[in-house]
Protein backbone atom coordinates (compact mmCIF):
# COMPACT_ATOMS: atom_id res chain seq x y z
CA UNK A 1 0.00 0.00 0.00
CA UNK A 2 1.26 3.49 -0.84
CA UNK A 3 3.09 4.69 2.94
CA UNK A 4 1.16 7.86 2.65
CA UNK A 5 -2.27 6.23 2.35
CA UNK A 6 -1.13 4.32 5.19
CA UNK A 7 0.03 7.60 7.16
CA UNK A 8 -3.75 8.63 6.73
CA UNK A 9 -5.45 5.45 8.05
CA UNK A 10 -2.93 5.73 10.56
CA UNK A 11 -3.92 9.00 12.16
CA UNK A 12 -8.39 7.89 11.34
CA UNK A 13 -7.39 4.59 13.46
CA UNK A 14 -5.57 6.44 16.14
CA UNK A 15 -8.60 8.83 16.16
CA UNK A 16 -11.06 6.09 16.28
CA UNK A 17 -9.73 4.54 19.09
CA UNK A 18 -9.82 7.29 21.20
CA UNK A 19 -13.91 7.91 20.44
CA UNK A 20 -14.31 4.02 20.80
CA UNK A 21 -12.79 4.41 24.58
CA UNK A 22 -14.20 8.08 25.32
CA UNK A 23 -17.82 6.69 24.60
CA UNK A 24 -17.44 3.79 27.20
CA UNK A 25 -16.32 6.62 29.73
CA UNK A 26 -20.10 8.48 29.37
CA UNK A 27 -21.39 8.43 32.62
CA UNK A 28 -23.68 10.34 35.16
CA UNK A 29 -21.34 13.38 34.05
CA UNK A 30 -22.36 13.52 30.95
CA UNK A 31 -26.04 13.30 32.29
CA UNK A 32 -25.41 16.24 34.41
CA UNK A 33 -23.54 18.46 31.80
CA UNK A 34 -26.38 17.71 30.07
CA UNK A 35 -29.02 18.08 32.78
CA UNK A 36 -27.38 21.68 32.79
CA UNK A 37 -27.68 22.48 29.58
CA UNK A 38 -31.66 21.53 29.20
CA UNK A 39 -32.63 23.59 32.77
CA UNK A 40 -30.62 26.49 31.12
CA UNK A 41 -33.27 29.54 31.00
CA UNK A 42 -30.80 31.69 28.88
CA UNK A 43 -28.32 30.93 26.75
CA UNK A 44 -25.21 28.04 26.08
CA UNK A 45 -22.36 29.94 26.66
CA UNK A 46 -19.18 27.90 24.88
CA UNK A 47 -15.65 29.49 25.20
CA UNK A 48 -12.65 28.17 24.04
CA UNK A 49 -8.70 29.56 23.10
CA UNK A 50 -7.00 27.93 20.27
CA UNK A 51 -7.92 24.99 18.95
CA UNK A 52 -10.20 24.64 21.62
CA UNK A 53 -11.93 28.14 20.66
CA UNK A 54 -12.75 26.86 16.75
CA UNK A 55 -14.00 23.86 18.24
CA UNK A 56 -15.85 25.80 20.77
CA UNK A 57 -17.64 27.82 17.80
CA UNK A 58 -18.58 24.48 16.25
CA UNK A 59 -20.63 23.39 19.19
CA UNK A 60 -22.06 26.20 19.70
CA UNK A 61 -23.59 26.62 15.98
CA UNK A 62 -24.51 22.64 16.14
CA UNK A 63 -26.67 23.04 19.12
CA UNK A 64 -27.91 26.81 18.00
CA UNK A 65 -29.00 25.22 14.56
CA UNK A 66 -30.81 21.66 16.91
CA UNK A 67 -32.81 24.30 18.89
CA UNK A 68 -30.68 25.21 21.60
CA UNK A 69 -29.33 28.62 22.32
CA UNK A 70 -26.25 29.05 22.04
CA UNK A 71 -23.04 31.32 21.64
CA UNK A 72 -19.36 30.73 21.49
CA UNK A 73 -16.99 33.93 22.77
CA UNK A 74 -13.51 34.44 22.41
CA UNK A 75 -11.76 34.19 25.86
CA UNK A 76 -9.57 37.31 25.36
CA UNK A 77 -12.46 39.55 24.03
CA UNK A 78 -14.06 38.61 27.37
CA UNK A 79 -11.49 40.43 28.89
CA UNK A 80 -12.16 43.46 26.85
CA UNK A 81 -16.31 43.60 27.74
CA UNK A 82 -17.38 40.56 26.13
CA UNK A 83 -17.82 39.06 29.45
CA UNK A 84 -21.19 41.65 29.66
CA UNK A 85 -22.97 39.48 26.94
CA UNK A 86 -22.76 36.66 30.01
CA UNK A 87 -26.02 36.47 32.57
CA UNK A 88 -26.70 34.81 35.31
CA UNK A 89 -29.54 32.58 33.67
CA UNK A 90 -26.71 31.27 31.23
CA UNK A 91 -24.42 28.28 31.04
CA UNK A 92 -20.93 28.74 30.76
CA UNK A 93 -18.96 26.00 28.80
CA UNK A 94 -15.18 26.18 29.40
CA UNK A 95 -13.03 23.97 27.22
CA UNK A 96 -9.31 23.37 28.12
CA UNK A 97 -7.03 20.18 27.37
CA UNK A 98 -4.79 21.33 29.67
CA UNK A 99 -7.42 23.44 31.62
CA UNK A 100 -4.04 25.84 32.29
CA UNK A 101 -5.15 28.27 29.50
CA UNK A 102 -4.21 31.48 30.99
CA UNK A 103 -6.74 33.40 29.01
CA UNK A 104 -9.65 31.05 30.11
CA UNK A 105 -8.27 31.17 33.84
CA UNK A 106 -8.13 35.27 33.44
CA UNK A 107 -12.03 35.03 32.72
CA UNK A 108 -13.31 32.29 35.57
CA UNK A 109 -13.19 35.08 38.81
CA UNK A 110 -15.69 37.62 36.19
CA UNK A 111 -18.09 34.52 35.51
CA UNK A 112 -18.26 33.60 39.12
CA UNK A 113 -19.43 37.37 40.05
CA UNK A 114 -21.81 37.31 37.06
CA UNK A 115 -23.75 34.02 38.94
CA UNK A 116 -23.61 31.49 36.04
CA UNK A 117 -22.62 28.54 36.41
CA UNK A 118 -19.48 27.01 35.12
CA UNK A 119 -19.20 23.77 33.18
CA UNK A 120 -15.85 22.72 31.60
CA UNK A 121 -14.33 19.54 29.52
CA UNK A 122 -10.88 18.85 29.91
CA UNK A 123 -8.32 16.21 29.93
CA UNK A 124 -7.32 17.12 33.28
CA UNK A 125 -9.23 16.97 36.15
CA UNK A 126 -6.53 18.35 38.58
CA UNK A 127 -6.32 21.24 36.63
CA UNK A 128 -7.27 25.36 37.96
CA UNK A 129 -10.30 25.03 35.16
CA UNK A 130 -11.53 21.65 36.55
CA UNK A 131 -11.59 22.79 40.27
CA UNK A 132 -13.73 26.05 39.18
CA UNK A 133 -16.45 23.95 37.70
CA UNK A 134 -19.70 22.94 39.02
CA UNK A 135 -19.42 19.84 36.48
CA UNK A 136 -16.25 18.75 34.36
CA UNK A 137 -16.35 16.39 32.23
CA UNK A 138 -12.54 14.80 32.12
CA UNK A 139 -11.08 12.92 29.23
CA UNK A 140 -8.65 10.60 30.09
CA UNK A 141 -6.00 9.15 28.19
CA UNK A 142 -6.44 10.67 25.00
CA UNK A 143 -3.39 10.03 22.58
CA UNK A 144 -3.13 12.07 20.28
CA UNK A 145 -2.95 11.08 15.92
CA UNK A 146 -0.03 13.83 15.71
CA UNK A 147 3.45 11.91 15.22
CA UNK A 148 4.81 14.07 18.21
CA UNK A 149 1.79 13.59 19.86
CA UNK A 150 1.26 17.59 20.57
CA UNK A 151 -0.73 18.73 17.77
CA UNK A 152 -4.47 18.78 19.18
CA UNK A 153 -6.16 16.05 16.51
CA UNK A 154 -7.63 13.60 18.57
CA UNK A 155 -8.15 15.76 21.73
CA UNK A 156 -10.42 18.26 19.69
CA UNK A 157 -12.29 15.32 17.76
CA UNK A 158 -13.50 14.38 21.33
CA UNK A 159 -14.81 17.14 22.38
CA UNK A 160 -16.46 18.25 19.27
CA UNK A 161 -18.13 14.75 19.30
CA UNK A 162 -18.79 15.25 22.74
CA UNK A 163 -20.48 18.55 21.66
CA UNK A 164 -22.03 16.92 19.18
CA UNK A 165 -23.52 14.28 21.65
CA UNK A 166 -25.03 17.18 23.79
CA UNK A 167 -26.60 18.76 21.39
CA UNK A 168 -28.21 15.60 19.66
CA UNK A 169 -29.45 14.65 22.90
CA UNK A 170 -30.48 17.78 24.40
CA UNK A 171 -32.36 18.45 20.75
CA UNK A 172 -34.43 15.08 20.87
CA UNK A 173 -35.36 15.23 24.60
CA UNK A 174 -36.96 18.98 23.67
CA UNK A 175 -39.06 17.38 20.96
CA UNK A 176 -36.96 19.62 17.88
CA UNK A 177 -38.55 18.55 14.70
CA UNK A 178 -37.79 18.54 10.93
CA UNK A 179 -39.79 21.53 10.33
CA UNK A 180 -38.34 23.54 13.20
CA UNK A 181 -35.00 22.60 11.91
CA UNK A 182 -36.39 23.83 8.94
CA UNK A 183 -37.38 27.37 10.16
CA UNK A 184 -33.64 27.95 11.66
CA UNK A 185 -32.43 27.46 8.20
CA UNK A 186 -34.25 29.14 6.01
CA UNK A 187 -31.53 29.93 3.32
CA UNK A 188 -30.29 26.72 2.92
CA UNK A 189 -31.70 23.90 0.39
CA UNK A 190 -32.42 21.59 3.38
CA UNK A 191 -34.56 24.73 5.09
CA UNK A 192 -36.02 25.14 1.59
CA UNK A 193 -37.07 21.70 1.47
CA UNK A 194 -38.58 21.39 5.05
CA UNK A 195 -40.64 24.64 5.07
CA UNK A 196 -41.79 25.67 1.61
CA UNK A 197 -45.41 24.56 0.99
CA UNK A 198 -46.68 23.90 -2.75
CA UNK A 199 -48.77 27.32 -1.89
CA UNK A 200 -46.01 29.31 -1.51
CA UNK A 201 -44.20 28.35 -4.76
CA UNK A 202 -47.73 27.79 -7.10
CA UNK A 203 -49.41 29.94 -9.61
CA UNK A 204 -52.63 31.54 -8.50
CA UNK A 205 -55.51 30.96 -10.79
CA UNK A 206 -59.09 32.63 -11.37
CA UNK A 207 -62.14 30.74 -11.17
CA UNK A 208 -63.29 32.09 -14.03
CA UNK A 209 -60.73 29.86 -16.29
CA UNK A 210 -61.92 27.00 -15.21
CA UNK A 211 -64.22 24.74 -17.47
CA UNK A 212 -67.20 22.42 -17.05
CA UNK A 213 -67.66 19.52 -18.37
CA UNK A 214 -69.88 20.94 -21.06
CA UNK A 215 -67.52 23.67 -22.20
CA UNK A 216 -66.01 23.69 -25.88
CA UNK A 217 -62.63 23.00 -27.14
CA UNK A 218 -62.69 26.68 -27.97
CA UNK A 219 -63.51 27.49 -24.47
CA UNK A 220 -60.55 24.96 -23.33
CA UNK A 221 -58.13 26.99 -26.12
CA UNK A 222 -58.81 30.17 -24.31
CA UNK A 223 -58.49 29.17 -21.07
CA UNK A 224 -55.17 28.04 -21.83
CA UNK A 225 -54.23 30.97 -23.62
CA UNK A 226 -55.46 33.18 -21.17
CA UNK A 227 -53.76 31.04 -18.08
CA UNK A 228 -50.61 30.96 -19.95
CA UNK A 229 -50.56 26.64 -18.90
CA UNK A 230 -51.38 23.88 -20.77
CA UNK A 231 -53.33 22.46 -17.88
CA UNK A 232 -56.76 23.65 -17.32
CA UNK A 233 -59.12 22.56 -14.89
CA UNK A 234 -62.63 21.01 -14.70
CA UNK A 235 -64.64 22.12 -11.88
CA UNK A 236 -68.41 20.55 -11.09
CA UNK A 237 -70.97 23.19 -9.90
CA UNK A 238 -68.83 23.44 -6.20
CA UNK A 239 -65.97 24.82 -7.66
CA UNK A 240 -64.78 21.15 -6.57
CA UNK A 241 -61.58 19.39 -9.26
CA UNK A 242 -63.21 16.79 -10.52
CA UNK A 243 -60.42 16.32 -14.16
CA UNK A 244 -58.30 18.16 -16.16
CA UNK A 245 -57.53 18.95 -19.96
CA UNK A 246 -54.08 18.51 -21.25
CA UNK A 247 -52.92 20.87 -24.11
CA UNK A 248 -51.56 17.75 -25.64
CA UNK A 249 -55.08 15.98 -26.07
CA UNK A 250 -56.32 19.40 -27.43
CA UNK A 251 -53.70 19.21 -30.33
CA UNK A 252 -54.57 14.98 -30.53
CA UNK A 253 -57.68 15.63 -31.26
CA UNK A 254 -57.83 19.18 -33.24
CA UNK A 255 -55.36 17.91 -35.83
CA UNK A 256 -56.27 20.09 -38.19
CA UNK A 257 -59.89 19.94 -37.98
CA UNK A 258 -62.10 22.60 -36.91
CA UNK A 259 -63.98 21.02 -33.93
CA UNK A 260 -63.74 23.93 -31.67
CA UNK A 261 -67.90 24.08 -30.92
CA UNK A 262 -67.07 20.45 -29.74
CA UNK A 263 -67.45 19.15 -26.17
CA UNK A 264 -64.30 19.05 -24.45
CA UNK A 265 -65.86 15.27 -22.03
CA UNK A 266 -64.25 13.08 -24.44
CA UNK A 267 -61.18 15.23 -23.85
CA UNK A 268 -61.41 15.05 -19.90
CA UNK A 269 -58.99 13.36 -17.73
CA UNK A 270 -60.76 12.65 -14.21
CA UNK A 271 -59.51 11.82 -10.99
CA UNK A 272 -56.73 13.81 -12.03
CA UNK A 273 -53.30 13.82 -9.73
CA UNK A 274 -53.00 17.11 -7.67
CA UNK A 275 -51.60 18.47 -4.80
CA UNK A 276 -53.26 20.17 -1.32
CA UNK A 277 -52.37 23.40 -0.08
CA UNK A 278 -51.21 22.24 3.27
CA UNK A 279 -48.71 20.04 1.24
CA UNK A 280 -44.78 20.43 0.73
CA UNK A 281 -43.31 21.32 -2.04
CA UNK A 282 -40.88 18.61 -1.96
CA UNK A 283 -43.27 16.18 -1.96
CA UNK A 284 -44.49 18.07 -5.24
CA UNK A 285 -42.26 17.50 -6.69
CA UNK A 286 -41.67 13.92 -6.25
CA UNK A 287 -45.02 13.28 -7.27
CA UNK A 288 -44.15 15.13 -10.90
CA UNK A 289 -40.78 13.39 -11.08
CA UNK A 290 -42.05 10.17 -10.62
CA UNK A 291 -44.98 10.08 -12.60
CA UNK A 292 -43.30 12.17 -15.75
CA UNK A 293 -45.59 15.55 -14.88
CA UNK A 294 -44.31 18.98 -15.23
CA UNK A 295 -46.98 20.73 -13.31
CA UNK A 296 -49.84 19.90 -10.80
CA UNK A 297 -53.21 21.55 -9.25
CA UNK A 298 -52.90 23.05 -5.94
CA UNK A 299 -56.83 22.47 -4.39
CA UNK A 300 -57.65 23.86 -0.93
CA UNK A 301 -60.87 22.00 0.19
CA UNK A 302 -61.05 20.15 -3.13
CA UNK A 303 -61.41 23.35 -4.99
CA UNK A 304 -58.95 24.34 -7.28
CA UNK A 305 -56.57 27.31 -6.29
CA UNK A 306 -53.42 27.67 -8.18
CA UNK A 307 -50.83 25.22 -10.55
CA UNK A 308 -47.65 24.31 -9.32
CA UNK A 309 -44.43 23.43 -11.80
CA UNK A 310 -41.64 21.21 -11.81
CA UNK A 311 -39.24 23.95 -13.10
CA UNK A 312 -40.52 26.45 -10.60
CA UNK A 313 -39.54 24.27 -7.63
CA UNK A 314 -36.33 23.02 -9.13
CA UNK A 315 -35.67 27.03 -9.69
CA UNK A 316 -36.60 27.75 -6.32
CA UNK A 317 -33.89 25.44 -4.95
CA UNK A 318 -35.36 22.28 -3.70
CA UNK A 319 -33.95 19.07 -5.37
CA UNK A 320 -35.00 15.26 -4.27
Not at 111 to 117: C, K
Amino acid sequence: MNKRIEMGKAVFAREISVLSSLMNQLDETYDKMLSEIMNCKGKVIFIGMGKSGHVARKIAASMASLGTCAICLHPGECMHGDLGMIQKQDVVVLISYSGESDEILKIIPGINRIGAPILGITGNAESTMARSCKVVQVMNEVKEACHFGLAPTSSTTAVMVYGDALAVTASRLKGFQKDDFGVLHPAGALGKRLITRSVDLMRPMKSETFLREDSTILEAIESMLHTATDLAAVVNEKQELIGIVTNGELRRKLSGKDISTERITALIQYYPVFVDVSSMAEEALSIMMERNFHALWVVKEDKPVGIIEKSEIIKYGIYL
